[in-house]
Every structure is written in structure tokens, then in C-alpha cells.
């Protein structure tokens, strides 16, 4: 019955389950997508509205929990082209992943381009959100399936600097 | 050896939270440097102790990082162990010269996981987690040789846990507490003999800051200063059958290093998850039996994972800091079975 | 913003499929426990580790003096789990226990089905429960059984 080869390796498989509740700042930004809405935070009037919010402004760890909505279009700021596959993407290899500085925010978004031949992604692109349908809208990012290019004029470099 | 005084401490413990850490970590960052006298961006050095598998992801910790303030960009350093560990990383670079004082910060949510199963994953991943002991059961098993050993009963345990959950009443941050009888408790059944639910921690989740200084700076403060005279750590090995889970070798080695016995301790602060440990370190430490252990209640009324270590050092300063006490000695543990422990003496100017 | 606590709670699931590389050391000893057998190392006091260690937990120096021991062995301590978790060896009450193997000093960690906790006491001798089809790792072993169960 005994192998003549011995073992060299042992599969031990980790499974660790989470009831994870989201947050204020997370739970905020969530609800929104569910109505199909794109909501930021912000510590007070004239500060800059973060996108996802994250309970603190990062420059001055001062609470971020003022309500700002962003607008569903933006430019692409930064974005790296995806040819790995992975259990959990369901887009088609490769595909691009995007920055995307929505009109309202200061910091950039991450989600997935398409739509768009790869060698036509830039930074400067101006793009917005195709949502699901209405009846699939959810607390969650992929109530936003992808960005898809508008076709306005990019936005040029220096504009978008500070953000990148 | 640099003089580095404790320059403020403040903790925040709940048995479920539904704010995230971040949003945990901010009033207690704001509380700590407020009663520190320094500005954020004047202390030099932050670090930090938490652990991703306790959260759930990767990297989990950089978030906390928004809660801390990390702009202009700071000097920092993380553990994945107990705060405590992180104070002793911030001691050390006290000691370089390379820093005058430092915020030490920790957070940990226990309720979000299933804590048996996470904590397993510290245990040998070859030949023991994949049997999933839960810590409980691990802590049991050395339970069961340490009242064999020692000659102590559960109900001496029974009593621990009693004095314990007392004392913590005058805890406003401690989450169990109350009045009990030990023989009710002790006629309740074993959660995982021969151990009870009483002599089991109670887990909590919650964020800890605390900060530190060089002699210079501690001075100014304007309270009266609280020093750490010795501190060291060591660890034992983690098979748990090759050595004797009825000691630690690791907190006895430390409190010698860190010289415990060098002048009376007025009390001491023990994190000891369950109720047996404590005699475990009480031993280790060669305190005797009239010093007084967790006047805060400890780490069994409030187990707030990666933070509780820290938060034995920090009861220990503030009892100091009010009065109450001049010297005392402080241990934070890691691992299964009291593996790695760090022992700490805290001293009123 | 309403003044109830609105927070949205969901399951997370982290998941590692991890396979090890076990190095001389452990694939010899989990070659012999696919194979239903037991073996230990001397540390350098002549002391038989169970399960084997690469270096001496005191000094450090490699370990190389192989020894057979068990199948049987001898309960040390245990701990009585009476409501079992899902993931653990048995779905009915059982202990954890070390277990020291005939031959061997240092004790090993692993189940005891022993169907009730009063049939446990120090010293009590179990025998292992192998599994049926051997996957490679400490669960080869089901669990251990009182001898003359």
C-alpha cells in the first residue's frame, strides 16, 4: 500500500469567514450606489471631497463625514493594463484598470475601462460610469459595471496634476 | 540607558463595534496627543500593532494610518503583535537618538472574525492548525497540567475571576464587570474543561494610543513624570510539546533583563487571558502574594486583541501618574500557552 | 444624515489555498504517516521530539538521529470540547490532547474520541484512528481512540 514517492508538500488550506460591518464613511458610499449615486466625504466646507470616504481626511486625520455627491463622470488620471488572470475577474484578458478623478472629487477612483481599445487608453480621458440596471443596483461597487470613454476632449496634463 | 517617560495614554474597548477602525482610532489618537502637551507633527516616530488576519485583509493596518495623521509624511513603523511590542520598537529608537518621543498606537476588532479559527493560524500550520483547536481548548489543555503542577483548584481560579470582574466595576473602560459568587460560577459548566466561561477573556474591540518621550521632554510635561525603568521581551518555543506550558521561561528571562526585583513593586498589571495565566506569571515574575494583580481588572475583563498587552502598561502609568502606586511592573503576552511575553517597570519620579 | 446607527454589515471570506513545501525533516514524517507510522527526532539532549523539529528548540543544532515510536501512546492533558466548531476533527464532543507516543518525550497535539470525558484520565492509552484514503498532512490521522475501545 505504501508510496514509493515520498510527500514533498501538504495543501493546508485557510478559510477564515467575516461578518464585516462597513463602517460610517463606507456605509455612506454604499448606500449611494444603491440609488445610483456616487457619494464622497468631506471634513468641512472647501476641504477636499475623498471618494470612497474613509472617516478621515488623510492630511489632517480630521473626521471626513460630511455628505458630498460627485458626479458619475471624471478623467483618468493613472491606469495599468491587466493581462493576469485571476479566479474573480470577469472581464475579458487584458483589460484595463483605471484611476478615475470624478468631477467634485479630489482623489481617484479604481475600477475597469472598457469600451476602448487598449492602446487608446491616456491619462487625460475623459470617461463616466455605465451602471446596471436599475433593478440590479446594490450596496456595492459593482452597482457600477465599468467606465466607459464620453469622447469629450481630454483634459490636459497640468489641470490634472495635483491629483495624480 | 535614556530616561523615556510615558507622556499620556488613552484606550477605548467595546464588546462590538460597527464603526471600522479608523473611525475607532480617531477620537483616542485626538484624546492621547491632546493630554501629551505636544503638537502631532511635533512627535517624531509613530507605530503601530495590529494584525491583518484579525481584520481580514492585507496591509490592513496602512488604513489606520488616515485616523493617525500620516501628511506631512512620518516616520513609521508597524507589528503585527500587541501594541506593547510597538512601544518596545519606540523605546528602542528612543535609546538611538534617532527620535525624541514617539505615539505608540494599536486597535484590534475580535468581533468581526470567528477569534478560535483566527487565532489557530498562530499555531504550527504544518502539523497542528489544521486541526483547528480553538485557543480555548489549547488554554485548557495547560490549565489541566498547571492545577496539576501547582497543587491550585478551579476554585482558586473561580476567585481570580471574581476579584477580577470586582475590580473592574471602578474601570470606566473595562467591558465585563460586576458582582460575582464563585461558588455560582463554579457550578456552571466547563466551556472547554477544565475550563469555564468565567475564566475565559471576554473579547472586546477597541483602538489604544499612548506617548512616549525622551527625559527632556518629559519633564516639561508638567505631571509628574512616569519612567520606564526596564523593558525587555523573549519568546519560548512554539511546540507545544517541548516545553513546560506550565511555566514561562520567556516572562521570567524578561523580568529579570527588564529588573523587576530590584525594589518593591507596589502592583502589577498582568495580561492574562485566562485565569490560570496569572498565576502562571505571577510565578514568572516572583511576585509575592501580597502585591496586588489588575486593579483594572486585566485583560480577562477586556480583551481587546493587540491592544490589551498595551493597555496593561497603560493602566499601570496612569495609577502611577494619579498617585496611586510608585513602581509597578506591567506584562503583555503573544501567542499560546503565555509563548512570548514582554514585561515592563513603570516608575513615579 | 440619520442619527440611527445605519451600518451595513456582509460576509467577508478570506481564503488561502496554501500547499507547503515541507522540506527533509517533515517529508519524512509525513511519508510515514501516510505510510501509518509514527516517527520522532532526538534533540540534543537525546530527548524524542514528536513531531519532528529541524533544529534543537534549546541550542539550535541541526537534528538528524530518526526514531520510531508509537502507534500507541499515552494521554499527558487534555481539554473537553464540548460544543465542536465546525473545521474540528469530530462533530461530536471530543478532546484535544498531547499525547506522548510509545518512545517519545515530547507530546503531540491531536484529538481523542473518546465519547465521553470521564473515560479520560492522565496516562490513559490511545491508539490512532488512521484515515481511510491518506491526503498527505496531520489529518491522516483522523483522531486517536482509547485503546481497547
Same mark, same amino acid.
Given at each position: 500500500?505504501?508510496?514509493?514517492?515520498?510527500?514533498?508538500?501538504?495543501?493546508?488550506?485557510?478559510?477564515?469567514?467575516?461578518?464585516?460591518?462597513?463602517?460610517?464613511?463606507?456605509?455612506?458610499?454604499?448606500?449611494?450606489?444603491?440609488?445610483?449615486?456616487?457619494?464622497?466625504?468631506?471634513?468641512?466646507?472647501?476641504?477636499?471631497?475623498?471618494?470612497?470616504?474613509?472617516?478621515?481626511?488623510?492630511?489632517?486625520?480630521?473626521?471626513?463625514?460630511?455628505?458630498?455627491?460627485?458626479?458619475?463622470?471624471?478623467?483618468?488620471?493613472?491606469?495599468?493594463?491587466?493581462?493576469?488572470?485571476?479566479?474573480?475577474?470577469?472581464?475579458?484578458?487584458?483589460?484595463?484598470?483605471?484611476?478615475?478623478?470624478?468631477?467634485?472629487?479630489?482623489?481617484?477612483?479604481?475600477?475597469?475601462?472598457?469600451?476602448?481599445?487598449?492602446?487608446?487608453?491616456?491619462?487625460?480621458?475623459?470617461?463616466?460610469?455605465?451602471?446596471?440596471?436599475?433593478?440590479?443596483?446594490?450596496?456595492?461597487?459593482?452597482?457600477?459595471?465599468?467606465?466607459?470613454?464620453?469622447?469629450?476632449?481630454?483634459?490636459?496634463?497640468?489641470?490634472?496634476?495635483?491629483?495624480? | 540607558?535614556?530616561?523615556?517617560?510615558?507622556?499620556? /495614554?488613552?484606550?477605548?474597548?467595546?464588546? #462590538?463595534?460597527?464603526?471600522?477602525?479608523?473611525?475607532?482610532?480617531?477620537?483616542?489618537?485626538?484624546?492621547?496627543?491632546?493630554?501629551?502637551?505636544? +503638537?502631532?507633527?511635533?512627535?517624531?516616530?509613530?507605530?503601530?500593532?495590529?494584525?491583518?488576519?484579525?481584520?481580514?485583509?492585507?496591509?490592513?493596518?496602512?488604513?489606520?494610518?488616515?485616523?493617525?495623521? +500620516?501628511?506631512?509624511?512620518?516616520?513609521?513603523?508597524?507589528?503585527?503583535?500587541?501594541?506593547?511590542?510597538?512601544?518596545?520598537?519606540?523605546?528602542?529608537?528612543?535609546?538611538?537618538?534617532?527620535?525624541?518621543?514617539?505615539?505608540?498606537?494599536?486597535?484590534?476588532?475580535?468581533?468581526?472574525?470567528?477569534?478560535?479559527?483566527?487565532?489557530?493560524?498562530?499555531?504550527?500550520?504544518?502539523?497542528?492548525?489544521?486541526?483547528?483547536?480553538?485557543?480555548?481548548?489549547?488554554?485548557?489543555?495547560?490549565?489541566?497540567? /498547571?492545577?496539576?503542577?501547582?497543587?491550585?483548584?478551579?476554585?482558586?481560579? %473561580?476567585?481570580?475571576?471574581?476579584? #477580577?470582574?470586582?475590580?473592574?466595576?471602578?474601570?470606566?473602560?473595562?467591558?465585563?464587570?460586576?458582582? /460575582?459568587?464563585?461558588?455560582?460560577?463554579?457550578?456552571?459548566?466547563?466551556?472547554?474543561?477544565?475550563?469555564?466561561?468565567?475564566?475565559?477573556?471576554?473579547?472586546?474591540?477597541?483602538?489604544?494610543?499612548?506617548?512616549?518621550?525622551?527625559?527632556?521632554?518629559?519633564?516639561?510635561?508638567?505631571?509628574?513624570?512616569?519612567?520606564?525603568?526596564?523593558?525587555?521581551?523573549?519568546?519560548?518555543?512554539?511546540?507545544?510539546?517541548?516545553?513546560?506550558?506550565?511555566?514561562?521561561?520567556?516572562?521570567?528571562? +524578561?523580568?529579570?533583563?527588564?529588573?523587576?526585583?530590584?525594589?518593591?513593586?507596589? /502592583?502589577?498589571?498582568?495580561?492574562?487571558?485566562?485565569?490560570?495565566?496569572?498565576?502562571?506569571?505571577?510565578?514568572?515574575?516572583?511576585?509575592?502574594?501580597?502585591?496586588?494583580?489588575?486593579? #483594572?481588572?486585566?485583560?480577562?475583563?477586556?480583551?481587546?486583541?493587540?491592544?490589551?498587552?498595551?493597555?496593561?502598561?497603560?493602566? %499601570?502609568?496612569?495609577?502611577?501618574?494619579?498617585?496611586?502606586?510608585?513602581?509597578?511592573?506591567?506584562?503583555?503576552?503573544?501567542?499560546?500557552?503565555?509563548?512570548?511575553?514582554?514585561?515592563?517597570?513603570?516608575?513615579?519620579? | 444624515?440619520? $442619527?440611527?446607527?445605519?451600518?451595513?454589515?456582509?460576509?467577508?471570506?478570506?481564503?488561502?489555498?496554501?500547499?507547503?513545501?515541507?522540506? @527533509?525533516?517533515?517529508?519524512?514524517?509525513?511519508?510515514?504517516?501516510?505510510?501509518?507510522?509514527?516517527?520522532?527526532?532526538?534533540?540534543? *539532549?537525546?530527548?524524542?521530539?514528536?513531531?519532528?523539529?529541524?533544529? *534543537? @528548540?534549546?541550542?539550535?543544532?541541526?537534528?538528524?538521529?530518526?526514531?520510531?515510536?508509537? @502507534?500507541?501512546?499515552?494521554?499527558?492533558?487534555?481539554? &473537553?470540547?464540548?460544543?465542536?466548531?465546525?473545521?474540528?476533527?469530530?462533530?461530536?464532543?471530543?478532546?484535544?490532547?498531547?499525547?506522548?507516543?510509545?518512545?517519545? *518525550?515530547?507530546?503531540?497535539?491531536?484529538?481523542? $474520541?473518546?465519547?465521553?470525558?470521564?473515560?479520560?484520565?492522565?496516562?490513559?492509552?490511545?491508539? @490512532?484512528? &488512521?484515515? $481511510?484514503?491518506?491526503?498527505?498532512?496531520?489529518?491522516?490521522?483522523?483522531?486517536?481512540?482509547?485503546?481497547?475501545?
Amino acid at each position: 500500500m505504501a508510496d514509493a514517492e515520498p510527500i514533498k508538500a501538504i495543501v493546508t488550506p485557510v478559510r477564515l469567514e467575516y461578518d464585516f460591518t462597513a463602517g460610517k464613511a463606507a456605509t455612506l458610499f454604499l448606500r449611494g450606489l444603491a440609488r445610483k449615486k456616487i457619494i464622497g466625504a468631506r471634513s468641512g466646507p472647501g476641504q477636499p471631497v475623498l471618494v470612497p470616504p474613509r472617516g478621515a481626511d488623510p492630511r489632517t486625520s480630521e473626521l471626513a463625514a460630511e455628505a458630498v455627491e460627485v458626479k458619475d463622470t471624471g478623467t483618468v488620471v493613472t491606469y495599468s493594463i491587466i493581462r493576469v488572470p485571476s479566479e474573480n475577474i470577469k472581464f475579458e484578458l487584458p483589460y484595463a484598470c483605471v484611476n478615475v478623478l470624478l468631477d467634485g472629487a479630489a482623489i481617484g477612483f479604481f475600477h475597469v475601462l472598457q469600451n476602448c481599445p487598449l492602446e487608446d487608453v491616456r491619462i487625460g480621458m475623459r470617461v463616466r460610469a455605465k451602471w446596471v440596471a436599475d433593478d440590479k443596483l446594490t450596496t456595492s461597487v459593482s452597482s457600477i459595471e465599468y467606465f466607459e470613454p464620453t469622447g469629450e476632449p481630454d483634459v490636459p496634463y497640468e489641470k490634472l496634476r495635483e491629483n495624480t | 540607558m535614556r530616561d523615556v517617560g510615558i507622556l499620556s /495614554f488613552a484606550q477605548s474597548n467595546a464588546k #462590538s463595534e460597527l464603526r471600522n477602525e479608523v473611525e475607532i482610532l480617531l477620537p483616542v489618537v485626538k484624546e492621547a496627543v491632546k493630554a501629551s502637551g505636544l +503638537a502631532r507633527n511635533d512627535i517624531d516616530f509613530t507605530c503601530s500593532g495590529s494584525s491583518d488576519f484579525l481584520q481580514g485583509q492585507p496591509f490592513a493596518f496602512v488604513m489606520a494610518l488616515d485616523g493617525v495623521g +500620516a501628511w506631512p509624511p512620518i516616520k513609521e513603523s508597524h507589528v503585527e503583535m500587541d501594541g506593547a511590542w510597538a512601544l518596545y520598537e519606540s523605546w528602542v529608537k528612543i535609546q538611538t537618538g534617532e527620535v525624541e518621543s514617539a505615539l505608540i498606537y494599536s486597535f484590534g476588532k475580535t468581533s468581526p472574525g470567528d477569534l478560535a479559527e483566527v487565532l489557530a493560524l498562530q499555531l504550527d500550520p504544518y502539523c497542528v492548525t489544521q486541526l483547528w483547536p480553538d485557543a480555548d481548548s489549547v488554554a485548557g489543555i495547560q490549565a489541566r497540567l /498547571f492545577l496539576e503542577r501547582s497543587g491550585r483548584s478551579e476554585r482558586d481560579l %473561580a476567585e481570580i475571576a471574581v476579584r #477580577s470582574l470586582a475590580d473592574a466595576k471602578d474601570n470606566p473602560h473595562a467591558v465585563a464587570k460586576g458582582d /460575582f459568587d464563585a461558588a455560582k460560577l463554579l457550578s456552571e459548566p466547563y466551556r472547554t474543561s477544565p475550563l469555564r466561561d468565567h475564566d475565559c477573556p471576554t473579547n472586546a474591540d477597541g483602538a489604544t494610543v499612548m506617548v512616549i518621550a525622551s527625559a527632556d521632554i518629559a519633564r516639561k510635561h508638567g505631571q509628574r513624570p512616569v519612567w520606564i525603568r526596564g523593558i525587555d521581551h523573549r519568546i519560548d518555543p512554539p511546540a507545544l510539546g517541548v516545553r513546560d506550558l506550565t511555566r514561562a521561561p520567556s516572562a521570567e528571562i +524578561a523580568a529579570g533583563k527588564a529588573r523587576v526585583g530590584a525594589d518593591k513593586i507596589d /502592583f502589577a498589571e498582568i495580561d492574562a487571558p485566562y485565569t490560570h495565566q496569572e498565576l502562571i506569571l505571577r510565578e514568572a515574575l516572583g511576585l509575592g502574594d501580597g502585591v496586588r494583580v489588575n486593579p #483594572s481588572g486585566g485583560s480577562l475583563c477586556t480583551r481587546t486583541l493587540f491592544s490589551c498587552g498595551l493597555n496593561r502598561i497603560g493602566d %499601570a502609568y496612569q495609577r502611577i501618574a494619579s498617585g496611586d502606586g510608585d513602581r509597578a511592573v506591567a506584562l503583555a503576552t503573544a501567542g499560546h500557552c503565555l509563548q512570548q511575553n514582554l514585561v515592563c517597570v513603570l516608575e513615579g519620579e | 444624515m440619520a $442619527d440611527a446607527p445605519d451600518v451595513l454589515r456582509g460576509p467577508h471570506v478570506l481564503e488561502y489555498p496554501f500547499k507547503r513545501s515541507l522540506g @527533509p525533516v517533515l517529508s519524512r514524517f509525513f511519508t510515514s504517516l501516510r505510510d501509518r507510522k509514527f516517527e520522532g527526532i532526538e534533540d540534543k *539532549d537525546g530527548k524524542v521530539l514528536v513531531p519532528p523539529q529541524e533544529y *534543537d @528548540p534549546q541550542t539550535g543544532e541541526t537534528l538528524t538521529e530518526w526514531v520510531p515510536v508509537g @502507534p500507541g501512546g499515552e494521554i499527558v492533558s487534555w481539554s &473537553w470540547v464540548s460544543k465542536p466548531r465546525k473545521k474540528q476533527p469530530l462533530d461530536r464532543p471530543f478532546a484535544y490532547a498531547l499525547i506522548k507516543l510509545d518512545g517519545a *518525550d515530547a507530546p503531540l497535539l491531536h484529538a481523542v $474520541d473518546a465519547g465521553s470525558e470521564e473515560k479520560l484520565s492522565k496516562g490513559a492509552r490511545v491508539v @490512532p484512528r &488512521w484515515a $481511510d484514503e491518506p491526503k498527505g498532512g496531520i489529518n491522516d490521522v483522523v483522531c486517536f481512540d482509547l485503546e481497547g475501545k
